[in-house]
């Protein structure tokens, strides 16, 4: 009786909290764009929560840079970057997805970044160069190249052939693998417990537990690796004839467009998981590299970007650089496609 009872209340403690907290963590899908029925605190017109190594996020802090449109910023740390403070009782109040960025326009949350930055846009100050074509049919093939670099829905990896934006969190795994070096298990074991999504935090577990040097011999992970890796040559194939096309120097030709924010995050992404070279080294794609250079010759991208570096992401980007330098077996599993 004295045993069982030193056991099972620690047990019955740790259960009691277990549902006490969950039921305080509100988590459900959530509706895309400008949400009219919600209502967050806020202090400025536009309020952006966001994370330094979230793609989304970069997209809609240009967009922003590029609107002039001031902000008051709230970074929210991911598991990768400082613990899930996204799954957290604060943050799911003002998104219950548990996801990043939210966009708030006097109180009301915009979600999804490709709606985010259409938002925006739209609601650019008098004076801001406009993002959008002002002609229905370029506005339209504008949209296209915005959706064709989308990041959408809950599996993202399943859609990587239809938007190299969907590409990008599978080859994003290497780095998500290499930066799981500064996270603590218990860290990722809170996104077992409370995340909406449970594939993110065991994929977390798995590259923690499997270390950078074991994700060659992942074969689920290598899989889904090389099949975004090929997927992204053909979306980056797309892109090139597509500035032949226009003459360039933008995407639709001489005036820059949220397809352009649009793309130049997943080519960001592409810098940070190390992988850049794969897609635009020895000569290949010019048009793109020439278009690429530019982008990082913007002023919104060193606000949006290089003023938002966070020092785990930097230092995963040179682990995984060595790791690979090291390892030719690691390389060829995360660059041969
Ligand atoms: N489709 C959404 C994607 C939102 C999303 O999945 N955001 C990621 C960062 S890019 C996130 O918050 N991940 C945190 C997590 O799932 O724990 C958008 O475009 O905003």
């Known amino acids: 009786m004295g045993i069982a009872f030193v ?3 620690p047990v019955a403690g740790l259960l009691g909290w277990y549902l006490w907290e969950r039921s305080h963590r509100k988590t459900h899908a959530v509706g895309a764009g400008l949400q009219t029925d919600i209502k967050v605190a806020h202090e400025a017109e536009f309020e952006l929560y966001h ?12 967009c922003l840079a590029e609107l002039g449109i001031d902000y008051v910023g709230h970074h929210i740390h ?8 996204n799954i957290g009782r604060a943050f799911l109040g003002v998104n219950p997805a548990g996801t990043v960025p939210v966009l708030v326009h006097d109180g009301h949350p915009v979600y999804e970044s490709h709606e985010q930055i259409r938002y925006a846009a739209d609601h650019a100050p008098r004076g801001a160069s406009s993002l959008v074509p002002s002609d229905l049919v370029a506005e339209a093939e504008m949209q296209r190249w915005v959706d064709k670099s989308s990041l959408g829905g809950d599996d993202p990896i399943a859609d990587a052939k239809q938007s190299a934006g969907n590409a990008v969190p ?5 780095l ?3 930066m799981m070096d500064d996270v603590p298990v218990h860290w990722i074991l809170e996104g077992v417990l409370f995340h909406r999504l449970k594939i993110r935090p065991l994929l977390f577990l798995v590259l923690k537990l499997r270390g950078l040097r074991g994700l060659s011999k992942l074969p689920p992970a290598v899989k889904a690796i090389q099949a975004c890796g090929r997927a992204m040559h053909r979306h980056l194939d797309d892109l090139e004839a597509q500035l032949c096309r226009s003459g360039g120097p933008w995407i639709l030709g001489r005036m820059f467009t949220l397809a352009d924010v649009s793309w130049a995050v997943v080519v960001e992404r592409l810098r940070e998981a190390d992988s850049l070279h794969v897609f635009l080294g020895e000569g290949r794609r010019p048009a793109v590299r020439a278009w690429w250079e530019q982008i990082q010759a913007r002023p919104s991208y060193r606000m949006a970007i290089e003023e938002h570096g966070h020092s785990t992401v930097v230092a995963g980007t040179e682990r995984l650089r060595r790791a690979k330098a090291a ?6 599993a995360l660059e041969d496609f």
């Open 170 to 174: 599978g080859l994003t795994v290497p």
């Open 51 to 62: 994370n330094a190594l979230s793609l989304c996020s970069k997209k809609t802090r240009m």
């Open 7 to 9: 056991v099972l209340l």
């Open 78 to 85: 991911l598991v990768e970057t400082g613990g899930y403070e």
């Open 176 to 178: 998500f693998s290499s």
């Open 327 to 332: 390892d030719p077996a690691l390389r060829s």
